[in-house]
């Protein structure tokens, strides 16, 4: 329990991370970190959108965290789609 009440108690993640949706790709393995130390975007084929860039700015604004990072792979199935 007391994991789920130091995460409940707010966030301040060290990086955001705009990667693909695909299940294959998982950033907190790649940067060996828990819950709550990596904002994640995960969109079909890396795609930006409005929605996109407002949970952006709301990453670096309101959370201040301080590096984004853009996640791709190859063979990417919804960038061929």
């Known amino acids: 329990m007391i994991f789920f009440e130091r995460l409940a108690k707010g966030q301040s993640p060290d990086a955001l991370f705009i990667t693909c ?11 060996q970190t ?3 130390e990596l904002f994640i975007i995960r969109l ?4 930006l959108s409005a929605e996109v860039g407002g ?4 990453a670096g604004l309101h959370l201040k965290t301080p590096l984004f990072v853009v996640l791709g792979h190859e ?3 919804a960038v061929q789609a």
């Open 75 to 77: 063979g990417c199935g």
């Open 44 to 47: 079909a084929g890396n795609v």
């Open 55 to 58: 949970s952006m700015q709301y």
């Open 21 to 31: 949706s695909d299940s294959r790709i998982n950033p907190n393995l790649i940067t």
């Open 34 to 36: 828990e819950p709550g």
